[in-house]
């Protein structure tokens, strides 16, 4: 089939609350609570933040990112805040999310992009997920699960056939650490990470380096020997790490949220620390970036 041309309608740049343009929402009125109930637990049915069309992020080529509602990390430096309540998001069907993916088949073909699932966190709506990315697949389309990993244990192996790579952020490298950042433990996420390369499943590793938090050098060398366990495996599973500096684009958001920021006055990392960073896991034969 020949795609036609497209109307590149997305959100112009990244930010969570771009809202669901394009995709049709379920009128609750119209539909009762338990049959609202019955259709998510079938996985008709999800909570859907926002979505758009971007390049260079969210995985390989140009992606239709759609972020899911609901999160049970507590991450201090949280990009999307207000992804974190799953009541929040917009009750979307399953086969209107794919009918906007379909949309976009030609784009995803010339560049070697696709959809990528995020949030919140996506694993929190597991029954959605899998009805989105079996039908990305019967599209041909490449998919992408972005997730913390701490809810892994909800991801069927029939999931995980359909997807082709995980963006796994490792927040901290020892639980004291994760715990202080998420409010949860690191455990679930590096036995989500040994499961996907013992099913093959490609990697992407993400890492946010926060001056004060993340960045002790303890901490860096362990979230380093993490990925490369899970590299070890099945060499050739981590695909790539990268390593990405904070920054404080999501103030604004906290604030508007009436949530407490704790890291209202904390400074970006310098390129140099950055890059100082980079080379702990390139000391462990990662490609980072």
Not at 57 to 81: I, K
Not at 173 to 189: C, H, K, N, Q, W
Not at 224 to 239: L, N, Q, S, W, Y
């Amino acid at each position: 089939m020949t795609a036609g041309p497209v109307l590149l309608d997305a959100p112009s740049r990244r930010r969570a609350g771009a809202g669901l343009r394009g995709i049709e929402t379920v009128d609750t009125q119209e539909v009762g609570r338990s049959d609202r109930l019955s259709l998510m637990r079938s996985g008709e049915l999800g909570s859907v933040h926002s979505w758009e069309l971007v390049t260079a992020v969210d995985g390989p080529g140009t992606r239709l990112t759609v972020f899911l509602s609901g999160c049970p990390l507590r991450c201090l430096y949280c990009h999307n805040p207000d992804t974190l309540a799953m009541k929040d998001g917009e009750p979307v069907l399953a086969d209107d999310l794919l009918a906007r993916v379909a949309r976009y088949r030609g784009i995803f073909t010339a560049t070697g992009g696709g959809l990528t699932l995020s949030g919140g966190e996506v694993l929190m709506q597991p029954a959605f997920a899998a009805r989105v990315l079996r039908g990305a697949k019967e599209l041909g389309v490449h998919t992408t699960l972005d997730t913390s990993g701490f809810l892994g244990a909800n991801a069927t192996d029939a999931m995980l056939e359909d997807t082709d790579l995980v963006l796994l952020d490792i927040k901290a490298g020892d639980e004291e650490t994760y715990r202080r950042v998420t409010g949860r433990s690191l455990a679930p996420t590096l036995r989500f990470g040994r499961r996907l390369a013992e099913r093959g499943v490609k990697v992407w590793v993400r890492f946010v380096l926060v001056p004060g938090l993340t960045d002790d050098p303890e901490n860096v060398a362990a979230v380093a020997r993490h990925a490369a366990d899970i590299e070890a495996v099945r060499p050739g599973t981590v695909e790539r790490v990268e390593v990405l500096p904070f920054h404080q684009m999501a103030r604004d958001k906290w604030a508007e949220l009436g949530r407490t920021y704790e890291l209202g006055d904390t400074e970006p990392p310098t390129p140099e620390a950055t890059e100082g960073v980079r080379d702990v896991f390139r000391a462990h034969g990662l490609t980072t970036y």
